[in-house]
């Protein structure tokens, strides 16, 4: 029997890996954005977004169902190891697809050739993914290994990054080394999950049971994958060089930080797939609430902060030439709110519950709706179309997925009670980044003083109208100290 982590040192360490993949791009990002300037930064992502639909094609959408279904044989090697190896089998499939496709379309898309270089250095990324079969550390709960390799490998990137990447041609170096912090550790996985079964290439697989469920999640996963990245790519396509540079100073920041509140939704899956498996629907439900109010209390003070610093965080990550960008940033934090509550739908109640012909549809819908909104606006409004694109498509999801998973279950009550107190906290972050920003301090320390006081105040409202979630953490924090003491 494996021993079952604890859900809330899973979510540390996933936080502080979060965290990690948060620091490096603050820390490389402002150097980036100022050696590479506006147009060849444009450029890195511009290839970067062509090569994540190879990426998508070689996934396959087989981590989620992988994750789902092998933590029912986690503690049986011998059924997870027949398991393990019939879906990595499917897995280089999909990869040697993905690359017969990736050389088609550079051959026949002229637009793409002028990028070839950089698009095949960042091709190198679906290989080491698939090797890496990361879903089998997930299934095993591993996260202390994976954030200690990935805090390895991101110090080794950034001083690569500072060694080598010193010119506005360095771009394609530079893609060379987010592959290397991105999937050079899964090199390490590939020798590792031998700890845990016996990985091999196998044909004799049970292609109905696996491929059905995998194609359904892929083509959500792909749909996603068109509302996510078609902005840039079409921005690309329709505009140059200088609009994507600019919109990517904008989607990096949404990113950072879309990555760091879904810290505690990625270790929540295998347990909440677990506890649906084995018709634990009282747990599921409890643990499944916890993880909402958490989200809502960090969620809508980190989108209200963004709002208001918008300007001062473009300036401080990128510099005064990406100060366009500002307005495409406030808009894609409105598109947080309705990402990262539709993700809690998504993720945490229609897959554990095989739901997913139903994320199929909404993501389709989103993805369509995404794709003509950027078609029509982005001649007119550029790169602020793309970030309108993306709120409209992220609010379709959240309302379907929504209207469906509230079917599946129901959230325990207090829900509304902590939305209401996180709600008067946001406006008391309001009110304190006003006052500072009229002061017409130096945008560092405007910066600083904003966040400080916004948190103090945040958490003072929060526990002044005793909020349940941060009065739990804090009598829970009491008692350990108190049990330390005796």
Request: hydrophobic share 50%; aromatic share 12%; net charge positive.
């Amino acid at each position: 029997m494996s021993k079952q982590k604890s859900l809330g040192i899973n979510a540390v360490l996933n936080g502080l890996r979060t965290i990690l993949n948060m620091i490096f791009p603050l820390i490389t990002f402002p150097y980036v954005s100022r050696v590479l300037q506006v147009e060849n930064l444009g450029k890195y992502n511009f290839a970067y977004s062509v090569n994540s639909y190879f990426l998508l094609i070689a996934g396959l959408g087989i981590s989620t169902y992988a994750i789902r279904e092998g933590a029912k044989f986690r503690d049986k090697k011998k059924e997870f190891s027949q398991f393990a190896s019939e879906i990595f089998s499917i897995n280089i499939i999909s990869t040697v697809i993905a690359y017969l496709l990736l050389f088609f379309c550079i051959a026949i898309v002229p637009q793409f050739q002028s990028y070839t270089i950089v698009i095949l250095v960042f091709s190198i990324e679906i290989a080491f993914t698939t090797l890496g079969t990361e879903w089998v550390f997930s299934i095993f709960e591993e996260y202390t290994y994976i954030t200690i390799r990935s805090i390895f490998f991101k110090i080794i990137s950034i001083v690569l990054l500072f060694i080598l990447v010193r010119e506005p041609d360095d771009y394609i170096i530079y893609a060379g080394i987010t592959v290397f912090s991105n999937a050079g550790s899964n090199i390490l996985n590939f020798f590792r999950v031998r700890k845990y079964c016996n990985l091999r290439l196998t044909l004799k697989c049970n292609w109905k049971d696996h491929l059905k469920p995998i194609l359904v999640i892929f083509g959500s996963l792909a749909a996603t994958s068109i509302y996510v990245n078609s902005d840039t790519t079409m921005l690309g396509l329709m505009t140059t060089d200088y609009e994507v540079g600019i919109y990517s100073v904008a989607s990096k920041i949404y990113r950072i930080v879309k990555q760091m509140l879904s810290a505690v939704l990625i270790v929540s899956i295998p347990r909440l797939a677990l506890l649906m498996g084995q018709q634990r629907y009282t747990e599921y439900r409890r643990t499944l609430t916890q993880i909402f109010n958490i989200l809502t209390i960090l969620l809508l003070p980190a989108v209200t902060g963004l709002i208001l610093l918008s300007r001062e965080v473009v300036l401080i990550i990128a510099s005064p030439e990406y100060i366009q960008a500002t307005t495409s940033l406030q808009l894609l934090s409105i598109a947080l709110i309705f990402c990262i509550f539709g993700w809690i739908f998504n993720q945490c109640v229609l897959i554990p519950a095989k739901k997913e012909m139903i994320v199929l549809k909404a993501t389709i819908i989103s993805a369509i709706a995404n794709i003509f909104l950027n078609f029509i606006l982005i001649p007119i409004w550029k790169e602020n179309a793309a970030a309108l694109s993306t709120i409209v498509a992220e609010a379709i999801m959240m309302v379907v997925c929504m209207y469906n998973g509230l079917k599946v279950t129901r959230l325990k009550k207090g829900v509304f009670k902590n939305m209401i107190s996180v709600i008067v906290g946001c406006v008391i972050i309001v009110i304190i980044c006003k006052i500072i920003q009229s002061l017409n301090l130096s945008i560092l320390l405007t910066m600083c003083i904003s966040i400080v006081l916004s948190v103090v105040g945040y958490i003072c409202t929060l526990l002044i109208l005793k909020n349940v979630t941060i009065v739990s953490i804090v009598k829970s924090i009491n008692k350990r100290k108190n049990n330390r003491y005796k």
